[in-house]
């Protein structure tokens, strides 16, 4: 059964910094693809970043600069380091793991607020 869990979500002012974790299980997570993505209320769900199985990250071009997307394979864990957070990031995010052609799993979500 394949699990993915996020962690590292909170409340946290203009400016500030957060780690998102997501720690995979049940899968062979370095032949996975995997992603960040975000929902935040009355909007589609999009992708934030992405990092392929062999390293390459890529980012949402509204975040770069601000975040960092990156994958440690010995931990079946992928990370996403948030800084200068704005409140247009407020949202809750949710980790993506996908391996061609069939395979496709989401973690459950952590919220995201950035607030004064």
């Known amino acids: 059964q394949v699990q993915l869990v996020e962690s590292g979500g909170g409340s946290v002012q203009p400016g500030g910094s957060l780690r998102l974790s997501c720690a995979a299980s049940?899968?062979?997570?370095?032949?996975?693809?995997m992603g960040w993505y975000r929902q935040a209320p009355g909007k589609q769900r999009e992708l934030v970043a992405a990092?392929?199985?062999?390293?390459?990250?890529n980012v949402l071009d509204s975040v770069k600069g601000r975040f960092t997307i990156s994958r440690d394979n010995a931990k079946n864990t992928v990370y996403l380091q948030m800084n200068s957070l704005k409140l247009e990031d407020t949202a809750v995010y949710y980790c993506?793991?996908?391996?061609?052609?069939?395979?496709?799993?989401w973690g459950q979500g952590t919220q995201v607020t950035v607030s004064s």
């Open positions: 049940g899968l062979i997570f370095r032949l996975f693809d």
């Open positions: 990092i392929t199985k062999g390293g390459s990250p």
């Open positions: 993506n793991a996908r391996k061609v052609p069939l395979d496709n799993y």
